[in-house]
């Protein structure tokens, strides 16, 4: 085959244990954000796929429920071990397609590594509880059983990690499974489900991949087939996602869109937290849901953060995420850029000042690339201190206190991530119990809580109930079935023991 009839070659869907043509015709071009060439076509799969994907699905649900706990988990230890064979190539195929440092790409690959980890520990985890004598001789046990066929609907941002949110947790609690990955980066999930694929062992149908865009999501909502549904990626499709699911009677979780305010107080170890504000401001081009993109400075922290942070922003290199040079790599595609650049002129229209200007970076002109930027002079009410920009954009605000400070985070209509920097422990008791957001960093930067703990943010920032990952996702992937039993006889008269009669 040619370079070229590999660039372009059209992606498949993996229904059934294997890959397949999708039946849709509609297809887009997967590009390279650092270069712009063209990696692959992915097809706009319809609802006839989602129907072969349901259907391979729900046949394999009977025998995979019924397979045992262990064998689930021993499954998962296997191609974890395979996942770690194979990080570097997964994480490349995530910088190729995404844009994202390797390194920070490699770290990605290990949190999606960790997900299948605390998933192998289901044999503990689906435990249920039970009550002897909950009357007379009457016992009550609640155990946990499988939702059915559920599907995970995942946006262009960490291509490896999000999927797994959901898939190791799903097929461990017994559950067959559907993902949609990004159309704009499909090309990790397919590396991973070719990698499962001849690691074997999963039966056909357990996990299936449908690639496409709004006619796979608005198939996976309508369909009767489905059970569960998990959705992350932005704000107003998060909240469409959640109303399109219930309505149609499926249990559902729709992580969305953030805005993540990063609070400095006067006290805070300043090279450190400038350390930790740059790693969450830029990396991955501020393309994280957790990324910091407005830090409020209190009292006179202000003088001291901007002097470190301004130089050692503007000594960040721009460039392609594979040269081991670059710090911040292309957004994810040139209208990505495009409408950065366009926040970027909007906040100085409305009246803050660049400290750092990032519009012109010096890197390869056919990439999508945006330098860091740094807004100052940012109040509460500009549209730059409230929407998510999404992009390598940080806006700084002033505040007199803390108290100004939380009313500003708590005045948001999100409530993803949060941090505050400082050594005092009376700031930070009360900023993490008046805080209205759902993950909280104490001199942390990125506050994504690990594989064992939940992942969610509040108000606009999640629709749902159980949060990704964690004991939620036991929660979420399982129902509960409630027993209770009692027996007429004592025992079988003469035989193993004595009758004892009604007790
Ligand atoms: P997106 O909403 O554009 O796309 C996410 C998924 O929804 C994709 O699979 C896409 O095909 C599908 N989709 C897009 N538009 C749709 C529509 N109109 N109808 C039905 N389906 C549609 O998000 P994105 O740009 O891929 O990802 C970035 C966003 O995701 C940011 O807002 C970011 O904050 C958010 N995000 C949130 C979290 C979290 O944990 N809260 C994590 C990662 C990303």
Not at 18 to 45: C, F, H, I, K, M
Not at 239 to 254: D, F, I, N, P
Not at 306 to 320: F, I, K, S, Y
Not at 482 to 498: A, I, N, Q
């Amino acid at each position: 085959m040619s370079q070229a009839a590999i660039q372009t070659r059209l992606l498949g869907n993996y229904i059934n244990g294997d890959w397949r043509p999708a039946a849709a015709g509609d297809q887009l071009d997967v590009t390279n954000p650092a270069t712009g060439e063209v990696l692959a076509r992915v097809p706009l799969s319809g609802v006839e796929d989602v129907d072969a994907a349901v259907a391979a699905a729900r046949a394999a649900f009977p025998a995979w429920r019924s397979r045992s706990t262990i064998a689930r988990a021993r499954w998962l230890f296997g191609f974890r071990q395979v996942l770690e064979a194979h990080q570097d190539e997964i994480a490349r195929a995530v910088t190729r397609e995404m844009g994202k440092t390797f390194p920070d790409a490699r770290a990605e690959v290990g949190r999606a590594i960790e997900m299948v980890e605390a998933a192998t520990a289901i044999p503990q985890t689906m435990q249920g509880r039970v009550l002897e004598n909950v009357a007379t001789a009457v016992d009550t046990e609640t155990f946990r059983q499988p939702v059915g066929v559920c599907a995970a609907i995942a946006p262009f941002n960490f291509p490896a990690m999000v999927p797994f949110w959901f898939l190791p947790f799903a097929i461990a609690c017994g559950n067959t499974f559907i993902l949609k990955p990004s159309e704009q980066v499909p090309l990790t999930q397919e590396l991973i489900f070719n990698l499962l694929h001849e690691h074997g062992g999963l039966p056909d149908g357990v996990v299936n991949l449908v690639n496409g865009s709004v006619d796979v999501v608005n198939g996976i909502l309508d369909h009767p087939g489905i059970d569960a549904v998990s959705f992350v990626g932005s704000a107003t499709v998060a909240r469409y996602v959640y109303e399109r699911a219930a309505a149609s009677g499926k249990r559902v979780q729709a992580l969305g869109g953030a805005k993540n305010f990063m609070v400095v107080m006067p006290d805070a170890v300043m090279p450190k937290t400038v350390g930790n504000i740059i790693g969450s401001a830029f990396g991955a081009a501020g393309q994280r849901c957790m990324a910091g993109s407005v830090v409020i400075a209190v009292g006179d922290a202000k003088a001291p953060l901007m002097e470190e942070l301004v130089p050692r922003t503007q000594e960040l290199a721009v460039g392609d995420g594979l040269d081991d040079a670059t710090d911040v790599g292309p957004v994810v595609s040139c209208a990505s850029r495009d409408r950065i650049l366009e926040w970027i002129e909007r906040g100085i229209g409305d009246g803050a000042t660049l400290a750092v200007d990032g519009r012109s970076p010096s890197a390869n002109s056919e990439g999508a690339f945006v330098g860091p930027t740094i807004l100052d002079a940012v109040t509460p009410d500009m549209d730059v201190a409230q929407e998510e920009i999404f992009g390598p954009v940080l806006s700084v605000i002033h505040a007199g206190s803390l108290d100004e400070a939380i009313e500003i985070v708590n005045a948001s209509r999100y409530g993803n991530g949060t941090s505050i920097f400082t050594e005092s422990g009376a700031a930070v008791r009360r900023y993490r119990h008046d805080v209205e957001v759902g993950m909280v960093g104490v001199n942390v930067g990125v506050a994504a809580p690990v594989a064992f703990f939940p992942f969610s943010g509040w108000k606009g920032s999640f629709f749902g109930d159980l949060h990704a990952h964690g004991p939620d996702a036991v929660e979420f992937y399982t129902r509960k079935k409630t027993v209770t039993s009692r027996f007429f006889s004592g025992g079988e008269t003469g035989r193993f023991f004595t009758e004892q009669g009604d007790r």
